[in-house]
């Protein structure tokens, strides 16, 4: 059962425009959701997180947006530059007692940024 | 400031060999530990997590082990590979908090 889902495999946007990365998930008790960015041959790093608390934060050109009642959420990037090419995880954590904190990642989104 | 460290950064091996993939923390202290693989066109799947020294969590059956013999050294073993161990081999930790925090990768083929 595949908790959290990215469904779109692949994105591609001009340079300078918005870029938007959607994610949808099935487990109401997750408390945290996060966003990674991916280089090939490359650990992923962490862009962005939010908490279910917050439907909204903003980080420079990234923003992500929860919206609980769906169980989803978006990441945006305005403007879109080449470098943002990469393949992009949502995450998602509930904390399931003591201290182990597991993150559930969806199938990520190649996001490739046209010049 | 902390720092992760994985090695080998490459590794082919024949199907029935070993392995023995390292991962290393810097700068902190009784971090969580993670093992991801992500296979070839596929998302990261949690292999194994450790909340502290010989504590490991086996997250799906397989081929694969982990150890944790220090507070801050993480260790991906077998005894014999199969072709369906290659992938990409990620390390992680995380401290008081729900980030983690990935290391470079080992990318393994298994011929």
């Known amino acids: 059962d595949q908790q959290v889902k990215q469904n779109s495999p692949s994105l591609s946007v001009q340079e300078g425009r918005i870029s938007i990365l959607n994610c949808d998930y099935t487990?109401?008790?997750?408390?945290?959701f996060l966003w990674y960015k991916k280089y090939p041959a490359e650990g992923p790093t962490f862009l962005i997180s939010?908490?279910?608390?917050?439907d909204k934060n903003e980080d420079g050109r990234f923003t992500v947006f929860l919206n609980k009642s769906a169980k989803h959420l978006s990441l945006h990037i305005v403007p879109s530059q080449p470098g943002d090419s990469a393949v992009y995880f949502c995450?998602?954590?509930?904390?399931?007692?003591?201290?182990?904190?597991?993150?559930?990642f969806g199938k990520g989104t190649l996001l490739t940024v046209n010049p | 400031s902390q720092t992760i460290h994985q090695w080998p950064a490459t590794l082919v091996q024949p199907v029935g060999s070993p392995l023995s993939l390292e991962c290393t923390v810097e700068?902190?202290?009784?971090?969580?530990l993670y093992w991801y693989r992500q296979a070839a066109g596929r998302g990261l799947q949690l292999l194994f997590y450790?909340?502290?020294?010989?504590?490991i969590s086996s997250e799906v059956p397989q081929n694969l082990s982990a150890s944790r013999p220090q507070d801050r050294q993480f260790i991906l073993s077998s005894k014999k590979l199969l072709l369906s161990d290659s992938g990409f081999y990620l390390c992680?930790?995380?401290?008081?908090?729900?980030?983690?925090?990935f290391g470079p990768g080992t990318r393994l083929t298994v011929t």
């Open positions: 700068g902190t202290s009784n971090p969580n």
């Open positions: 450790s909340v502290g020294i010989g504590q």
């Open positions: 487990n109401s008790m997750f408390d945290y």
């Open positions: 992680a930790f995380s401290g008081s908090s729900y980030e983690q925090y």
């Open positions: 995450a998602a954590f509930f904390r399931s007692g003591g201290s182990n904190y597991k993150l559930t």
């Open positions: 939010i908490s279910s608390i917050k």
